[in-house]
Nanobody, 124 residues
Framework: QVQLVEFGGGLVQAGSSLRLSCSASGGTLSVYATGWFRQAPGKERDIVAAVTRSGGTIYYADSVKGRFTISRDNAKNTVTLQMNSLTPEDTAVYYC?????????????????WGQGTQVTVSS
């Protein structure tokens, strides 16, 4: 079973940027649709962005459009989430996930493999 690991989270001030990365072992991220989700305490796990195998189909939640960018490097077996103009509302644990579908998915229940999550905290 594929294992996913996220890294790049941290504590930043509003207006700052962070880059999150997801790497896979025991499998590949290149075959199926891959997404980034986030979950704040007491909240449901919600889609942030998702991308298909080729990168030709990309989805962004309305709250992050124009600020976040998802990309994938199939040769390196990684998926990246570039986050700019961060606000306190972006504070959450961010998760990388891989679906079992070639089509783009935006629901958490449609993803089969998950990373452990990385904390992003935006102050002020």
């Amino acid at each position: 079973q594929v294992q996913l690991v996220e890294f790049g989270g941290g504590l930043v001030q509003a207006g700052s940027s962070l880059r999150l990365s997801c790497s896979a072992s025991g499998g590949t991220l290149s075959v199926y649709a891959t997404g980034w989700f986030r979950q704040a305490p007491g909240k449901e796990r919600d889609i942030v962005a998702a991308v298909t195998r080729s990168g030709g189909t990309i989805y962004y939640a309305d709250s992050v459009k124009g600020r976040f960018t998802i990309s994938r490097d199939n040769a390196k077996n990684t998926v990246t989430l570039q986050m700019n103009s961060l606000t306190p509302e972006d504070t959450a644990v961010y998760y990388c996930a891989r679906s079992r579908s070639l089509q783009l998915k935006i629901k958490a229940e449609e993803y089969a493999n998950w990373g452990q999550g990385t904390q992003v905290t935006v102050s002020s």
